[in-house]
């Protein structure tokens, strides 16, 4: 299974960037698929979360401003990016949760993607 990331870049402060990300491989099935990020110097951390019936969960930093969608069926997940802020720059990493690659495989595996990179000027 892997994870490819794309849609980082570099943007205006205000601006507007929109992530995708798609699985690809045997995938039976996938739990939950999110973004996280990491800025330097910091800890990596969860933006946003989507579980296979749509639940989103977002950082509270993010919140009214990212928007978090999938399509189960193309194993795809993406991150609409509003209002950015300098306080978004990160590389952000996808990952998928319990990805099942076997029908009998209950718990599944976590994989990530390679980061993109997100920059927010002021």
């Known amino acids: 299974v892997q994870l490819q990331a794309s849609g980082g870049g570099l943007v205006q402060s205000g601006g507007s960037l929109r992530l995708s990300c798609a699985a690809s491989?045997?995938?039976?099935?996938?739990?939950?698929m999110g973004w996280y990020r990491q800025a330097p110097g910091k800890q990596r951390e969860l933006v946003a979360t989507?579980?296979?019936?749509?639940?989103?969960n977002y950082h509270d930093s993010v919140k009214g401003r990212f928007t978090i969608s999938r399509d189960n069926a193309k194993n795809t997940v993406h991150l609409q990016m509003n209002r950015l802020i300098p306080e978004d720059t990160a590389v952000y990493y996808c990952?998928?949760?319990?990805?099942?690659?076997?029908?009998?495989?209950?718990?599944?595996?976590?994989?990530w993607g390679k980061g993109t990179q997100v920059t927010v000027s002021s």
């Open positions: 990952r998928a949760d319990r990805v099942a690659t076997a029908p009998q495989d209950y718990f599944g595996q976590i994989y």
């Open positions: 491989g045997t995938i039976i099935r996938i739990k939950d």
């Open positions: 989507i579980s296979t019936g749509g639940s989103s």
